[in-house]
C-alpha cells in the first residue's frame, strides 16, 4: 500500500491495484515490489487519490473547442 492513508482511495482503486498487483504476481515479481508497481499504476493513470480536483480532465475549455472548430472549418478555404 502507499505510503499515505488507505482512506484517501475509492474502492475502485483498490480492487485496480490489487489486480494489478495479482497480475504482477503471477509472472514472479515479489509481493513487495507487485504492490509498489500496482499502486505506482493506479497513481498514473487516475492521478493519484479521491480528492477533488485530482487527475487530469479529458475535457477541453469551450475556448478550446470553439478554436479548434474554427480551424477546420477554414482549413480547405485557402
Request: hydrophobic residues 20%; proline residues 1%.
Amino acid at each position: 500500500m502507499p505510503q499515505g492513508d488507505k482512506s484517501a482511495y475509492t474502492d475502485k482503486q483498490k480492487r485496480k491495484a490489487e489486480h494489478i498487483e495479482e497480475g504482477y504476481e503471477k509472472r514472479g515479481i515479489s509481493k513487495d515490489e507487485a504492490e509498489r508497481r500496482a499502486w505506482a499504476t493506479v497513481n498514473k493513470q487516475e492521478g493519484g487519490g479521491k480528492e477533488s480536483g485530482s487527475g487530469r480532465s479529458n475535457s477541453r475549455s469551450e475556448a478550446a473547442k470553439k478554436g479548434w472548430q474554427t480551424r477546420r472549418s477554414n482549413a480547405g478555404k485557402k
